[in-house]
């Protein structure tokens, strides 16, 4: 069974280079501005995978009852939020992908 983060991994990393996701939370203030597009992509795909792997490390140390439950639930509940974030913004970009590829030239 592979780990999830590995899963994620492969699963966000396209997004560096097609979405645009959460940039102000991402990016403050002035600095939106002169911070390229893919820039935000990569800090963002790079967010996603961290917390899937603190998800995959907190589920890991709950199981060796080195982590509370409700550590545990948080971290994994984050993850698998962050994990759902990406996948929208994939299937977001696969359809403006579509609709770009059946306008008439």
């Known amino acids: 069974m592979l780990p999830l983060a590995s899963i994620a991994a492969t699963a966000v990393a396209p997004l560096a280079d097609t979405?645009?996701?959460?940039?102000?939370?991402?990016v403050a203030g002035a600095e939106a501005?002169?911070?390229?597009?893919?820039?935000?992509?990569?800090?963002?795909?790079?967010?996603?995978?961290?917390?899937?792997k603190?998800?995959?490390?907190?589920?890991?140390?709950?199981?060796?009852?080195?982590?509370?439950?409700?550590?545990?639930?948080?971290?994994?509940?984050q993850a698998e939020r962050d994990l759902h974030t990406a996948i929208a913004l994939r299937d977001k970009a696969v359809a403006a992908y579509q609709e770009i590829s059946r306008m008439a030239i």
Do not use: C, H
């Not at 501005?33 to 899937?52: K, M, P, R």
């Open 19 to 26: 979405l645009v996701a959460q940039a102000p939370r991402l």
């Open 33 to 52: 501005a002169a911070v390229s597009f893919g820039d935000v992509l990569q800090q963002f795909a790079a967010s996603t995978v961290d917390s899937l």
């Open 54 to 77: 603190a998800g995959e490390a907190s589920a890991i140390a709950g199981v060796d009852g080195k982590a509370s439950v409700q550590n545990v639930v948080s971290t994994v509940m």
